[in-house]
């Protein structure tokens, strides 16, 4: 079976510091990979895609990607308190697989 | 990033009564778009994958019979809870995929809260 794992949390940070959001994936066929930000309550938005090894920086967020260890992750810079929301990590292979979230908890 | 709508956003029925849940695509076609149930503090589950002129594909354990999809068009889904039950209060939420450069995006739609009594 597909999976994707990501600790639960809640992971906690203090405002300004770095927000690092792991997640680890069984299907090697994974080719694309997604990070969504979900307010509570709220439908998931699309924070950032990978699909190459190494990193990608789109402003305070920057995905990593190391297929060969089957792991993405998501580093968020100078967190906020708007920032406190749980974070979905996708993979696409032959299905689309969502692990089941990390809450995080940005402190002011 | 494309836009993807849902109606309505809120909706309370009767038990036993059906509800029409409907998804766009706003800005963009979308042959494929996905229904996906999400329970409090839980992850989202995909229901069934919508495909433009075709059946739906269901996952095991999501009855089609009561949960009707129809992607009659390249931007609308539709999602009927047929003879809601309590149990069937939820978030419903669909996705469409855009074909981005270099990837397929998914996008959600902001969701419908279904409430059943």
């Known amino acids: 079976q597909k999976e994707v794992e990501q600790n639960s949390g809640p992971l906690s940070v203090p405002e300004g510091a770095i927000a690092s959001l792991n997640c680890t994936y069984s299907?090697?066929?994974?080719?694309?990979f997604f990070w969504y930000r979900q307010y509570s309550g709220k439908s998931p938005e699309l924070i950032m895609f990978?699909?190459?090894?190494g990193d990608k920086e789109d402003g305070r967020f920057t995905a990593q990607l190391n297929k060969a260890s089957q792991y993405v992750s998501l580093l968020i810079r100078d967190s906020q308190p708007s920032d406190s929301a749980t974070y979905l990590c996708?993979?696409?292979?032959?299905?689309?697989?969502f692990g089941k979230g990390t809450m995080l908890l940005v402190s002011p | 990033g494309a836009v993807v709508s849902q109606h309505p956003s809120r909706v309370i029925c009767k038990s036993g009564t059906s509800v029409k849940i409907e998804c766009r695509s706003l800005?963009?076609?979308?042959?494929?778009m996905f229904w996906y149930r999400q329970f409090p503090k839980q992850s989202l589950m995909l229901m069934a994958t919508?495909?433009?002129?075709?059946?739906?594909?269901?996952e095991q354990g999501v009855e089609k019979d009561k949960f009707l999809i129809n992607h009659a068009s390249l931007t609308l889904s539709t999602l009927t809870v047929t003879s809601a039950h309590p149990e069937d209060s939820s978030f419903y939420i669909c996705?469409?995929?855009?074909?981005?450069?270099?990837?397929?995006?998914?996008?959600f739609g902001p969701g419908t809260r279904l409430t059943v009594t």
């Open positions: 299907d090697r066929g994974s080719q694309s």
């Open positions: 800005d963009f076609q979308a042959t494929t």
């Open positions: 996708a993979a696409v292979g032959s299905t689309l697989t």
């Open positions: 990978i699909y190459s090894n």
């Open positions: 919508s495909n433009e002129g075709s059946k739906a594909t269901y």
């Open positions: 996705s469409a995929i855009h074909r981005g450069q270099g990837a397929d995006e998914q996008y």
